[in-house]
Nanobody, 134 residues
Framework: QVQLVESGGGLVQPGESLRLSCVAS????????IGWFRQDPGKEREAISC????????YSADSVIGRFTISRDNSKNTVYLQMNNLKPEDTGVYYC???????????????????????????WGQGTLVTVSS
């Protein structure tokens, strides 16, 4: 069974850091483009950061450049999102998604994943809540 499970969310104060993890089972994440997405209640899903399986290139939303870093550990079949200098506007439920051969660029993975979400990508997690508040 193809599955993604996120963890690492929580309540932090502005300026603090969190590292989200997304563990894959039932498939090898190494061959999949991956992405982190955020959705707040009543708002549209947005792409945070994505990484290509072919060349390791990454794409991130302007709002997180310089603060968030996406990475993967293929030996652990896990993708991470290191989030530094968190801001209240980073609050939301964070989801990881994976797709194989669906998009031609890492930017398209982010755009397509934000639009299609679990209905489009090959695998999608259940989400982990991040709350940034003083």
């Amino acid at each position: 069974q193809v599955q993604l499970v996120e963890s690492g969310g929580g309540l932090v104060q502005p300026g603090e850091s969190l590292r989200l993890s997304c563990v894959a089972s039932g498939f090898s994440l190494e061959y999949y483009d991956i992405g982190w997405f955020r959705q707040d209640p009543g708002k549209e899903r947005e792409a945070i950061s994505c990484a290509s399986s072919s060349d390791g290139s990454t794409y991130s939303a302007d709002s997180v450049i310089g603060r968030f870093t996406i990475s993967r550990d293929n030996s652990k079949n896990t993708v991470y999102l290191q989030m530094n200098n968190l801001k209240p506007e980073d609050t939301g439920v964070y989801y990881c998604g994976a797709s194989k051969g669906l998009f031609s660029s890492v930017q398209d993975t982010c755009v397509g994943g934000a639009i299609g979400g679990p209905q489009l990508l090959d695998a999608w997690g259940q989400g982990t809540l991040v709350t940034v508040s003083s």
